[in-house]
């Protein structure tokens, strides 16, 4: 499967595209105008970043105890009813006068929600495409969430701008119900990938599986780490500049789009494999630039070259597919997914520290270097893991 026209021929997956994409203008629009709404009402570039981000802490915790789910619920249930709670929630955050303490407990419960959904989503792809198609289904995937980024973020600052972050608040639980509505009624009634109920204890046991193999290990920390330092930077560009955040969240997401459309659909697989540390790298070294205080065209080029580095997740997620066995996708990705977005949450409470003490400008330049250093850390391990790559798949398919 090498080009788009598959792709989108291929039985179920122009739905669950649409149903993804919904579900991340919901969440773009929606966490700008929270943002928006917390940095208004405490000035904090701290809790504004948690606003945004902070649902991203309770992934870790959903990953430990509603994982075993992802492979254990019918997808489709699982996918509609998870649109539906982020709906019901994001409207009692609209709500006037909702006090600073529930704002953030309801953060916390759609964090708890979205770690179920990430593996759900993604094991689900890997039943609707053949496995040489994974790549390419991730790609674009990740194309739409840039394309979705794009347009929340500049949908979602016009809103705000001209309504006020409430009514915004109110567009994105629409856009929810739309995300469940396309999940009902467009994706077929699948039985789940594993027999049993879910448990606690079976997502403790499966995930002690996944982090047992040092070659996945790896993977996971280069998914989780740098990347989420660089969401560390992102969640400040409402106290760096509160009027342009829209500006430059949309930039960076036009970014992330490019990397991954140039990654997943022109560069050949023996190249891709060379540039995953440079471009992790990339990620990073632009946001130096912010200290020098530089214009808003600075800025924006800036981020915009930065995010294209997200793309060297596409090779570090095709080698967690690849040494990870299929019974086990669905909380393999939901760990990974879950995994990232505690990271960013950390990131962006760190950031938010260090800026309360200095500056965003400071606070994003210190993120930036301690990505480069994670990746430069983690860079020989994983060229030396291709060895335990190999044996990896040698030890699944002989399971099988």
Same mark, same amino acid.
């Given at each position: 499967?090498?080009? !788009? ?14 149903? #993804? ?87 916390? #419960? ?7 959904? *990430? ?36 949908? *979602? ?55 047992? @193999? ?5 993977? !996971? ?15 400040? !560009? ?20 490019? #990397? ?73 990705? #939901?760990?990974? @997914? @879950? ?19 200095? @500056? ?41």
């Amino acid at each position: 499967m090498r080009t !788009y026209r598959e792709l989108f021929r291929t039985p179920e997956f122009t739905l669950l595209f649409a149903a #993804g994409a919904a579900q991340v203008a919901a969440s773009t629009v929606s966490g700008l105008a929270l943002g928006t709404l917390v940095y208004a009402a405490t000035r904090s570039p701290l809790l504004s970043a948690l606003s945004m981000f902070g649902s991203s802490f309770a992934q870790m915790l959903g990953a430990m105890v509603l994982l075993s789910a992802a492979d254990r619920l019918r997808p489709r249930a699982a996918l509609t009813g998870l649109a539906l709670v982020f709906c019901a929630t994001t409207v009692v955050l609209a709500v006037p006068g909702l006090p600073l303490w529930a704002l953030f407990v309801l953060v916390i #419960g759609q964090g708890m929600a979205a770690s179920l959904g *990430g593996g759900v989503r993604i094991g689900l792809l890997n039943e609707i495409l053949p496995r040489e198609g994974y790549l390419l289904g991730r790609s674009v995937i990740n194309m739409s969430v840039g394309v979705q980024q794009i347009c929340g973020f500049a949908v *979602g600052g016009v809103l705000v701008a001209a309504l006020s972050p409430r009514p915004t608040l109110l567009v994105g639980a629409g856009l929810y119900l739309v995300a469940a509505a396309v999940a009902r009624l467009g994706l077929g009634d699948r039985p789940p990938r594993v027999a049993g109920r879910p448990s606690i204890t079976q997502t403790w046991r499966t995930n002690r599986l996944l982090l047992a @193999s040092g070659a996945r290990r790896r993977v !996971y920390l280069a998914l989780w780490v740098p990347n989420g330092l660089i969401v560390g930077c992102e969640s400040l !560009y409402v106290s760096h500049d509160a009027r342009h955040a829209g500006l430059l969240f949309a930039f960076a997401a036009a970014g992330m789009l490019a #990397g991954d459309t140039v990654m997943g659909r022109f560069v050949p697989p023996s190249l891709r494999e060379r540039l995953a540390t440079p471009l992790r790298l990339l990620l990073a070294v632009p946001y130096l630039v912010f200290l020098l205080a530089p214009p808003l065209p600075v800025a924006v080029a800036a981020v915009t070259l930065a995010s294209a580095g997200f793309s060297a997740g596409l090779m570090l997620q095709q080698r967690l597919m690849e040494i990870t066995p299929e019974e086990m996708s669905g909380q393999a990705f #939901g760990l990974q @997914s @879950s995994g990232t977005l505690a990271m960013q949450g950390v990131a962006a409470a760190l950031a938010g520290t260090v800026a309360e003490f200095t @500056s965003p400008a400071v606070a994003m330049a210190a993120m930036a270097v301690a990505s480069v250093a994670v990746t430069l850390v983690l860079a020989p391990g994983l060229r030396r893991g291709r060895e335990e790559h190999a044996a990896a798949e040698g030890h699944v398919q002989s399971r099988g």
